[in-house]
């Protein structure tokens, strides 16, 4: 037995020991079969690997990656001593010890990396880089991984270090069309390598780690600044440089030269789209993967915003010394970006053309109201809740009757410093009044404005109210006009929010799809919320106080919402506005932030305008659904009763308290007069909840009370005084149920009509008072109305456009004092 397992035991090593001589074998001839790239090849390599970006029709090419490629090759002894050891430093620090790879990096970069989740970066050495960078495929696996190792210890074989190094910067990407320090450096800094200082070789070393993330002439500046300071730290570590250059390098202060001309169309857009490709499918990808790329761009749509940015922009700095603008079009009903520009002209030098204020943080103003308004609505304030409009404290504890230099008071003014005392929320909204909006912020809480904003689509602001506190509802946080006119576009689409997307599709060198538009939506806001806050911005009426009627922001012959935004000092203007189709947004100002003459409608307004139209050119004319009725039954202080929260409703023509029977149209609510703060009467942790006493204990109950109280002695004189005595004793007598008049309907005679032949029919009635109307209506369908005795109406069923072959006439009455009856009846017609 023994003997048994012994002899097999011994066939199992040598199986083992025969598969691992076959698979030893097989490895080595593949590896044997593994050839260098040809380094040689590199602008022939980069176009047959070309990412190529286009308009939404894939026809247009908006950007190849490689078109026109910079590149010149110089030797190693041409480079500089300062761009090799920074490069070295902050790529490879062990370049000069290993032998193509580090096994320390693998294992981090790969296994521990797989057990943790967690990208590790550091992983490839120079020399693994350099190949990467010349294989033409940029699929991630770990068959390419093994041959990335196997070539680059080859190549470390056949090559001494200078030579690698000489060809890893002689093909290094520093972004656009740039290839190799010998372009880099010239094209930055208008200097060969040799020349560099240790600084400016220290931000060309920081570059291809990501080209467009890392661009001096993008919005993430102060990233590139960081990553340099870490290559100078870095040097300083492996003691390539001392204390003495390191500090002298790091305050040096290192300018860009201006961005040279592409070949490029939308280029704002066009970079926008690539630095979301290289975050996503990774740098190697997009430089060498042959993406070809549909994005969501209108390219008509974008030349005329382009124009009218760049024209009206010239003539704001003339005028009001605001010298750029930046322009977003979003489709609501897909969140697809239709247009993007970021300046007045990408190319122009003296504005800062090659930034993109589109996707820049800046304080929007006034334009953020809406989200907070909308929060308001969504708790069951309504659109006719009145606050006032008085010079207010929100510190409570600051005095309210002095004015205080303190930084810790708080107490804005508006915009003409005027204040206007009761208004409500549509009037307040409308005209953009900065007291109502800051008071609403507190009522609905800066905690939930933050995390409202955060669903509508606004990624900038972070999660900490202190950090803002009142000063978030007027512009005190910083936002992008791309997510600004995305949260818009939820107003225009009943409430639903779709995620904002550039990309229509995305495929490999092969043809594969790897990403392809999906309409994601997401139910943010009730829909009859977003249908307010679109009846309040598209009132022409409701804003005229403050902008004039037929101002810039009417469209004439469309119903458009549009709100505008101005910041301390008119640093930044905005309008941002929207139909049920297209949500447009402008910004207006000066890239170093200083002042201009005017804000909002007279700067960004009239470029909102033009663009607007242009986009509404194309668009079938859409109008916002109405929002619905005020529900009578929440505390009568939200509906707008701000003279008092208890009121008493009487009958208009009987003077008594109205009933059930009391017609809705006669009713009349009328308050108490008992004026107070809006905390008076609520809860504003739950405005909703009813009350049976004051409610005294809000921190900001006696701020607000000593505004409302210095409004309300120097103007009780224009309003009645309403007391409990004015309750009328008696109860509207007039309409009653047995006042109710009572219809018939004769002359049907349980026949079926041709659809040709005339119906009928006779109106009798039982009333104690006269008839004064009867509306006849058959499937709905108004028919006539009848004013005077007989009552008789005819009709074809021909003539009834939903007429089918059982139909239903429904005869509505009403009397001189306001009493109505109904009576509904059925009739037949031929099979149609």
Not at 160 to 165: A, G, S
Not at 659 to 669: Q, S
Not at 750 to 771: A, C, F, G, W
Request: charge should be neutral.
């Amino acid at each position: 037995m023994k003997h048994v397992k012994k002899t097999a035991l011994k066939n199992i090593v040598l199986v083992v020991i025969g598969l691992g001589l076959l698979f030893t074998g097989i490895l080595m001839v593949w590896v044997s079969t593994l050839q260098l790239p040809d380094f040689k090849s590199f602008t022939d390599r980069k176009m047959k690997s070309s990412t190529k970006i286009y308009d939404k029709t894939g026809t247009i090419l908006l950007y190849d990656v490689h078109q026109n490629i910079k590149r010149t090759i110089i030797p190693y002894e041409e480079m500089g001593v300062n761009i090799l050891n920074s490069t070295v430093a902050i790529e490879d620090s062990e370049f000069y010890k290993h032998k193509g790879i580090r096994i320390s990096s693998i294992i981090r970069a790969t296994f521990w990396a797989k057990l943790t989740g967690k990208k590790v970066q550091g992983g490839s050495t120079i020399t693994q880089q350099l190949i990467k960078n010349t294989l033409l495929t940029p699929e991630v696996s770990i068959t390419r991984k093994i041959k990335e190792w196997i070539l680059a210890i080859k190549l470390e074989k056949i090559m001494n270090k200078e030579e690698i190094l000489t060809l890893y910067l002689n093909e290094a990407p520093y972004g656009g069309n740039l290839y190799g320090i010998e372009e880099a450096a010239k094209a930055f800094f208008g200097k060969r390598p040799t020349d560099l200082t240790l600084a400016e070789a220290s931000y060309l070393a920081a570059i291809p780690n990501g080209p467009t993330y890392y661009s001096p002439y993008r919005k993430n500046k102060d990233k590139l600044d960081e990553r340099k300071n870490l290559v100078l730290r870095r040097m300083l570590e492996i003691n390539f440089i001392n204390e003495e250059e390191y500090n002298k390098a790091k305050e040096e202060i290192v300018v860009f030269l201006p961005e040279q001309p592409m070949h490029i169309a939308a280029p704002h857009f066009v970079f926008f789209i690539k630095e979301y490709l290289e975050n996503k499918y990774g740098l190697d990808a997009v430089e060498g993967g042959g993406l070809k790329v549909i994005t969501t761009l209108d390219y008509e749509l974008q030349k005329k915003a382009e124009k009218i940015a760049e024209a009206k922009a010239k003539e704001n700095e003339v005028n009001w010394l605001g010298s750029n603008a930046a322009v977003v079009v979003v489709d609501p009903k897909t969140g697809q970006i239709l247009s993007m520009v970021g300046s007045r002209d990408y190319f122009d030098l003296t504005v800062d053309g090659n930034f993109n204020v589109a996707t820049a943080a800046r304080q929007p103003g006034s334009s953020f109201k809406p989200i907070i308004y909308s929060l308001a609505f969504e708790k069951g304030y309504t659109e006719k809740t009145t606050l006032f409009d008085v010079k207010t404290e929100f510190n409570s504890s600051c005095n309210p009757s002095a004015s205080s230099t303190s930084q810790t008071c708080y107490s804005p003014d508006n915009y003409d410093n005027a204040f206007r005392g009761p208004l409500t929320l549509r009037e307040g909204l409308a005209q953009s009044i900065n007291i109502l909006a800051v008071k609403l912020l507190y009522l609905v809480g800066i905690s939930d404005s933050i995390k409202l904003a955060h669903d509508l689509g606004v990624t900038t602001l972070k999660n900490d109210p202190n950090l803002y506190g009142l000063t978030l509802v007027i512009g005190g946080g910083e936002t992008t006009l791309l997510d600004m006119t995305s949260v818009y576009g939820v107003f225009a689409n009943d409430g639903v929010k779709n995620n904002t997307q550039g990309i229509l599709s995305v495929e490999d060198g092969e043809g594969n799809i790897l990403e392809k538009y999906e309409n994601k939506t997401q139910q943010i806001i009730k829909p009859n919320t977003s249908r307010l806050i679109s009846s309040i911005l598209s009132d022409d009426v409701s804003r005229i106080p403050t902008f004039g009627k037929n101002s810039i922001l009417n469209i004439p012959g469309r119903e458009v919402a549009v709100k505008t935004g101005t910041t301390n000092n008119n640093k930044d203007a905005w309008t941002i506005g929207y139909t049920p189709s297209v949500s447009v947004g402008v910004w207006v100002g000066n890239n170093d932030n200083k002042p201009m003459k005017k804000g909002g409608a007279a700067l960004a307004g009239p470029i909102w305008n033009a663009v607007m139209v242009e986009a509404l050119s194309s668009l079938p004319n859409e109008s916002f659904i109405k929002p619905d009725p005020i529900d009578n039954s929440i505390p009568p202080i939200l509906r707008g009763f701000w003279q008092g929260g208890e009121t008493f409703t009487i009958d208009t023509l009987s003077k008594g308290l109205a009933t059930e029977y009391t017609p809705e149209e006669l009713k009349k609510e009328i308050s108490i007069t008992n004026v107070h703060t809006i905390l008076h009467w609520i809860n504003k942790n739950n405005p909703l909840e009813k009350f049976s006493s004051p409610q005294t204990n809000d921190s900001q109950y006696d701020n607000w009370e000593y505004g409302i109280r210095n409004w309300w002695n120097a103007n009780s004189y224009k309003y009645n005084n309403v007391t409990e005595l004015d309750i009328p004793k008696n109860i509207d007598n007039i309409h009653t149920s047995e006042s109710k008049p009572v219809f018939e309907i004769q002359g049907l005679e349980n026949k079926t009509y041709r659809e040709d032949e005339s119906v009928n029919i006779s109106i009798l009635y039982k009333s104690i008072n006269p008839i004064i109307k009867i509306d006849v209506f058959v499937n709905n369908t108004y028919v006539s109305s009848l004013k005077s005795y007989p009552f008789n109406v005819s009709f074809l069923p021909k003539d009834i456009n939903d007429i089918s072959k059982t139909n239903t006439i429904r005869i509505m009455g009403v009397d001189n004092l306001g009493n109505k009856g109904e009576q509904i009846t059925t009739f037949k017609v031929f099979s149609l």
